[in-house]
């Protein structure tokens, strides 16, 4: 009767960290503050549940080397002098950024025991979609019906932006986001997790028609935010996805949706029914011109880097301290581009840390991103066959990848929903990782037995 009992106490603590895990995902979009009390808790319950065995993990243990590195080099800087240009900089501030790393690599520890098997990923990707339709509504308000924030509740830990669209400011749909760029790295995100979810679905019913118009709003809106990087993101997801050939459909079938909405708004005088009026093209159109591909010596992201590896050779070793980019890089080096704008990071993630903690606890990280998604990569296509497992694989795989392209071109990361997004996936891609090195492993040694 006592073991009984235990067992049932373990199989509801279990239960209930799956339910705390899915609601923060559920959450995380739309109410930042609530949705991190949901993962602590089961933060908690897994490590509870696992005896801390997830630390054995080498992969664990090697993000857990990598905080140490992150809090050595905050350490070194508390202790400094500061340079002139920082007189008036807080190192509180510095200190406080090791929050954007060492709680997220917690997460991406615990979080595997909820994504370890396929039925707990297909949950998790249900999860995350319900939680991105309020982007969706939120996106559509604000470019279709002028419906702007910003609106704010819970004494305004959470915030809906839905910012005005002026030509002063930044165009893009941004919907309940502080800027498109972040909203079109959230949609490119939970794209590969919406085609899995579609994929699922086997027969045509309600619930797949569902899947199917959130999945047109949410590519229509990628488009909508103007981001480079989120068509980018896009485009490689469809890639990795689909294939070449499904590429090509695509751009076929939105080329008969656009030409649809044009015919339909032809007869019916109402914008919604306008996919893309012609100053959003023309914006679009501005921001990925490449007649000037000659001269990219001058564009001004390659500019940022050159300047931020000049200074990064100052201080090789560990960098000039967290969240000092904008002060450092606005003091050294002269930018003309506008006015009122000064350069808040390095738009290169491997940069941005190199500059802030030094190029050791830089490579070191990216070495860590980079062999993780080479490897699962690898094992992924290596037992490729055509079952579903094969494409659910491919999904998380093709979600990791937006977020590396993301970051080789921009530094979304310091939006808390987004990095916590980001963390869960890899570490939903080092379940699978685990889980194809085993089947690999099992059927190298079927094969070998059968020839011995």
């Known amino acids: 009767m006592k073991s009984n009992s235990s067992e049932d106490i373990a199989n509801k603590t279990n239960k209930t960290g799956q339910l705390f895990f899915n609601l923060g995902i559920f959450f995380l979009a739309t109410a930042l503050p609530i949705s ?28 857990i080397f990598i905080g140490g590195l992150f809090i050595i080099s905050s350490i070194k800087f508390s202790l400094v002098k500061l340079d002139y240009q920082l007189l008036s900089f807080s190192k509180t501030s510095s200190s406080l950024d090791l929050f954007n790393w060492l709680p997220l690599f917690v997460l991406f520890i615990s979080s595997q025991y909820y994504l370890r098997n396929q039925s707990q990923r297909e949950l998790f990707s249900k999860y995350l979609i319900s ?41 893009g749909v941004s919907g309940l986001f502080s800027n498109p760029n972040y909203t079109g790295i959230w949609l490119t995100l939970s794209l590969p997790i919406l085609f899995l979810i579609i994929s699922k679905i086997k027969s045509f019913n309600f619930k797949k028609l ?42 076929a079938f939105l080329t008969i949706i656009y030409f649809s909405f044009e015919l339909v708004g032809s007869f019916i005088p109402i914008k919604i029914f306008n996919l893309a009026d012609e100053f959003q093209i023309g914006a679009f159109l501005n921001k990925v011109d490449i007649t000037n591909i000659s001269n990219i010596i001058e564009f001004t992201r390659i500019k940022i880097w050159i300047n931020t590896l000049n200074l990064i050779m100052q201080k090789p070793f560990f960098g000039f301290g967290a969240s000092t980019f904008p002060i450092i890089y606005n003091y050294h080096i002269y930018t003309p581009i506008l006015d009122l704008q000064q350069i808040q ?6 940069l941005q840390l190199a500059f802030e903690y030094g190029l050791f606890v830089s490579i070191v990280l990216t070495a860590f991103i980079t062999i993780l998604f080479y490897k699962s990569w690898i094992t992924i296509f ?5 079952t579903y497992s094969y494409l659910h694989n491919k999904c998380f795989l093709a979600a990791c990848l937006v977020a590396i392209l993301n970051h080789a071109n921009d530094v979304t990361y310091y939006d808390g929903k987004i990095s916590i997004l980001i963390w869960i996936l890899f570490a939903g891609l080092k379940c699978i ?20």
């Open 345 to 350: 990071h390095a738009h290169n993630m491997p």
């Open 131 to 171: 939680g991105t339709v309020p982007v969706l509504i939120s996106c559509i308000l604000q470019d279709k019906f002028n419906i702007y924030g910003p609106f704010k509740t819970l004494f305004g830990l959470i915030v809906f932006f839905n910012k005005i669209q002026t030509e002063g400011s930044s165009l």
């Open 382 to 386: 290596e037992i490729k066959n055509q």
């Open 36 to 63: 991190g009390l949901f993962l602590i808790v089961s933060i908690v319950i897994s490590f509870f549940e696992t005896k801390f065995y997830l630390l054995k993990d080498r992969w664990n243990l090697s993000i």
């Open 210 to 251: 569902t899947t199917i118009v959130i999945l047109t709003f949410l590519i229509y809106l990628i488009f909508l935010t103007l981001s480079r990087n989120a068509i980018a993101g896009l485009i490689s997801t469809v890639l990795i996805v689909f294939g070449i050939k499904n590429l090509l459909f695509l751009f």
């Open 433 to 452: 990782f685990d889980e194809t090195t085993k089947f690999k492993n099992k059927k190298d040694l079927r094969i070998s037995a059968y020839l011995n």
